[in-house]
């Protein structure tokens, strides 16, 4: 199916003054999409030559489907399915993904319920098997408790997947409160799959985190790092760190302390982007009541990060996404609300500042809670997709950007 692109579009709208040169201008061109009205969650995954496109479909008024596709820059490929059910976690913050890995295959997950309390459910992950097809899920999890295991982030490790999630097992959920998150102490736990799905080891990575802040993970030159939303007990949540190697993980340590202190989960998770020892961070913080979008570099695979760089301290709502480009710069993208509505945000980085303004490159975006944005680096571009929203109907939008 070609590609249909539709520069400028009503949902696309290029916040810039009409009195900047046009040289100066981000572009934006919307692009169709192989998935049916009323999709959402969308996960893009670059890798070589290819953009991965994932959703969740609904089939059923009672079913969803796993979905994916293949852009090259000009066309989509067929669309496949990992999985399809009708007891399903379906969230706009704890989302399914595919992604590919070094050998070519493909691994994906995605959350089913094993309780009624809405929040009680099991992480599965597939992965594909040397022919291309798709193996029987399996649950990197082995504790049976009906609490909240998801959030995942799978990188791949030496031949391996490790999957990590955070794992509810020491939690209290109250069975006679469907929406209750419940009491005690949420961990991020890990797993190292083999291409078979057997889970060679586990791991307690942190025995006390934030309850429902998406993770994010990258392979550095010496191993993997993970960020994710601590949390102290008096209900400091700042950004922590782990990495791990042949040794096994790390203890985890403080990006930077920003010093918020919140009560509840403010479902507002970290970025990674990485290029051999190079990584960057992005991250929302609130604290003082303050609410910024942080930015931060490291040179030695994320043992230690430069000071934080503002990217916005306006108006930013956070859902940040971190890009890496090849001259060593930096994108960082943001969900922010402007003086017309709800908006998604770039900005360039080096690690000596902000290089140039915060940009809005797309107008009407919806509220935070119909879904996280996603942006990745492709084809000498950068590709956002999101869940857009109009006249009581929802779609998965996508999108080329190319800043100036």
Not at 245 to 252: I, L, T, V
Not at 277 to 300: G, I, K, L, Q
Not at 326 to 353: C, E, L
């Amino acid at each position: 199916m070609r590609a249909l692109l539709a520069l400028l579009t009503p949902l696309l709208l290029i916040g810039v003054a009409c009195t900047e040169p046009a040289s100066d201008r981000p572009t934006v061109a919307g692009i169709n999409t192989p998935a049916p009205p009323e999709s959402g969650q969308p996960q893009l995954h670059a890798a070589g030559d290819t953009l991965w496109l994932s959703w969740v479909a609904p089939t059923t008024d009672t079913t969803h489907a796993l979905r994916y596709a293949a852009f090259d820059g000009d066309t989509w490929g067929p669309t496949g399915t990992v999985a399809e059910g009708g007891d399903w976690f379906v969230n706009w913050a704890d989302v399914p993904s595919v992604r590919t890995l070094p050998d070519g295959r493909k691994a994906a997950h995605y959350l089913v319920s094993n309780g009624p309390n809405v929040f009680a459910y099991d992480v599965r992950i597939a992965q594909t098997d040397d022919t291309g097809n798709w193996q029987d899920a399996i649950t990197p999890h082995d504790d049976g408790t009906q609490t909240e295991h998801g959030f995942v982030s799978m990188i791949p490790w030496q031949g391996n997947l490790m999957a990590v999630w955070l794992d509810g097992r020491e939690m209290n959920l109250d069975a006679d409160d469907a929406h209750d998150h419940g009491s005690g102490a949420m961990t991020l736990r890990a797993g190292l799959l083999d291409a078979e799905g057997t889970v060679r080891a586990s791991f307690l990575i942190d025995d006390r985190v934030c309850e429902c802040c998406p993770t994010t993970g990258v392979e550095t030159k010496d191993g993997l790092l993970i960020a994710y939303r601590d949390r102290t007990e008096d209900n400091i949540r700042n950004i922590s760190l782990a990495r791990y190697d042949d040794e096994g993980w790390s203890e985890p340590y403080t990006l930077h302390d920003d010093g918020w202190r919140l009560d509840g989960c403010p479902v507002n998770g970290p970025s990674l982007a990485a290029d051999g020892d190079t990584v960057v961070a992005s991250w929302f913080t609130a604290a003082e009541n303050e609410p910024r979008v942080y930015a931060a570099f490291s040179a030695d695979g994320g043992r230690t990060f430069g000071d934080p760089l503002v990217m916005d301290d306006d108006r930013p709502n956070g859902q940040v996404s971190t890009v890496l480009l090849s001259d060593g710069q930096a994108v960082i993208g943001w969900h922010a609300r402007t003086d017309d509505g709800n908006a998604y945000m770039v900005r360039r980085v080096t690690p000596a500042g902000a290089d140039g303004p915060a940009r809005v490159v797309v107008h009407e975006m919806p509220a935070v809670r119909a879904g996280i944005p996603r942006l990745v680096p492709f084809d000498e571009d950068l590709f956002l997709a999101w869940t857009a929203a109009a006249d009581g109907a929802r779609r998965v939008a996508f999108a080329r950007l190319q800043l100036p």
